[in-house]
């Protein structure tokens, strides 16, 4: 058992990355399509609306070969690994888009106003008030997000990502040894998601006590 771990161990690294890579993805580019979906303008709720249900709707392992093998086939040179954070990165995006909105959608109103009231501006009342109940509430969903987003990583090794999914396949047709195989790289996966759960929980408590001051 031990030998097939160190068989699978180079692949974490290259798990890491893309997940990693793709959840900045996700996080940055899913702002301003949650603000798009809050905006007043029916055209840009609409656009952000379609984006969401468009990443949510198609599975993963499809938009990576949309990614790789057809935008990656014309003059667009893709990298397996840039296909793979493209790709995870839109999908993630629109969850976190949806966490977004529904993070600031929790504050009320009245607390914009009676911050502008007792004189804060528009930025300490973002950075102050409103940032720290929002990003309270989102910590579990984003979590979550980032837990599904490693396991989705996966599918990167149908396009030539050497992670622990294309590892223990190449080790199973080599060894015919799947169940033990697979079962370290399960266990490994669970190993990796094990600090998003348990930081998430932490942050969401010290928060909790912040805000309640």
Not at 45 to 65: A, C, D, N, Q, W
Not at 183 to 209: D, E, M, N, Q
Request: glycine content about 8%.
């Amino acid at each position: 058992m031990l030998h097939y771990f160190l068989t699978l161990a180079p692949g974490i690294a290259w798990t890491i990355i893309v997940t990693g890579l793709s959840l900045i993805v996700g996080i940055v580019l899913g702002l301003p399509i949650a603000l798009m979906r809050r905006s007043p303008i029916a055209a840009l709720r609409f656009i952000g609306r379609f984006l969401i249900e468009l990443f949510r709707g198609i599975p993963s392992i499809v938009l990576l070969f949309i990614v790789f093998y057809g935008i990656g086939s014309g003059r667009i040179q893709v990298s397996p690994l840039a296909a793979a954070v493209v790709t995870l990165g839109l999908v993630c995006s629109a969850y976190m888009a949806e966490v977004y909105r529904s993070a600031f959608g929790s504050i009320t109103f009245g607390q914009w106003e009676a911050s502008e009231v007792i004189g804060l501006t528009k930025w300490d009342t973002l950075w102050h008030v409103i940032l720290p109940q929002a990003v309270r509430v989102a910590i579990p969903s984003m979590a979550t997000i980032a837990i599904g987003t490693l396991k989705d990583s996966a599918v990167a090794s149908t396009v030539g990502v050497i992670d622990v999914t294309a590892l223990a396949v190449i080790q199973t047709n080599q060894t015919l040894e799947g169940i033990k195989i697979y079962t370290i790289a399960a266990l490994i996966y669970i190993g990796l998601s094990a600090p998003f759960a348990v930081s998430s929980r932490w942050l969401h408590a010290k928060l909790s006590k912040r805000v309640s001051r």
